[in-house]
């Protein structure tokens, strides 16, 4: 059972350009949703995340948009650069259990 | 500070063999502990968390195990590996789930 769904699987986006990503769950009792930033051979780092009581949360050049009543939230990164080129999770979490998304790969075009 | 040791860092192992993987973490008490595995597009996938000694919650696989047998310790195992156990293992650790801190991982091949 899939509780979060991400999608594009990959993305290409010129430097500059605006990447966005987008989740959504199922479970409404999630009340935390965490986007994390993993390079190769790494593991994740998180990023930035946001609680279901805000429409929107900005930290530098990363933003998540949340729509509690469509169960959706997506991760915007202005002005991107090719430093940005890594895979992002998005994930969910109720108490302790967090969820991951499948996540993105993400390639910005110098 | 806090670190997080996992080791080893990469091992090949055949169809059939035990399986222990180890997870330490320094400079804190009392965390939550995560074991995730990380398959080519299956994302990050919940194995077991652990939010005390001896206290486990799994979530998906039938032949692995876990186990906290201090506070800051975390055991991924198995009997006998198959196939599909094959991925990237990763231990992480947390007080507050608001931040998940992650180990470098373990890259697992199973023949």
Known sequence: QQQVKQSPQSLIVQKGGI???NCAYENTAFDYFPWYQQFPGKGPALLIAIRPDVSEKKEGRFTISFN?????????IMDSQPGDSATYFCAASKDDKIIFGKGTRLHILP | SQ?????????????GS???????????????????????GRGL???????GIGQISSEVPQNLSASRP??????????KLLLSD??????????????????????????
């Open chain 1, 19 to 21: 990447p966005i990503i």
């Open chain 1, 68 to 76: 509690k009543s469509a169960k959706q939230f997506s991760l915007h």
């Open chain 2, 70 to 79: 201090q506070d800051r310790q975390f055991i991924l195992s198995s009997k």
């Open chain 2, 3 to 15: 670190t997080i040791h996992q080791w080893p860092a990469t091992l090949v192992q055949p169809v």
């Open chain 2, 86 to 111: 094959s991925g990237f293992y990763l231990c992480a650790w947390s007080v507050l789930r608001e931040k998940l801190f992650f180990g470098s991982g373990t890259q697992l091949s199973v023949l």
């Open chain 2, 18 to 40: 035990p399986l222990s993987l180890e997870c330490t973490v320094e400079g804190t008490s009392n965390p939550n502990l995560y074991w995730y595995r990380q398959a080519a």
């Open chain 2, 45 to 51: 996938q919940l194995l077991f968390y652990s939010v």
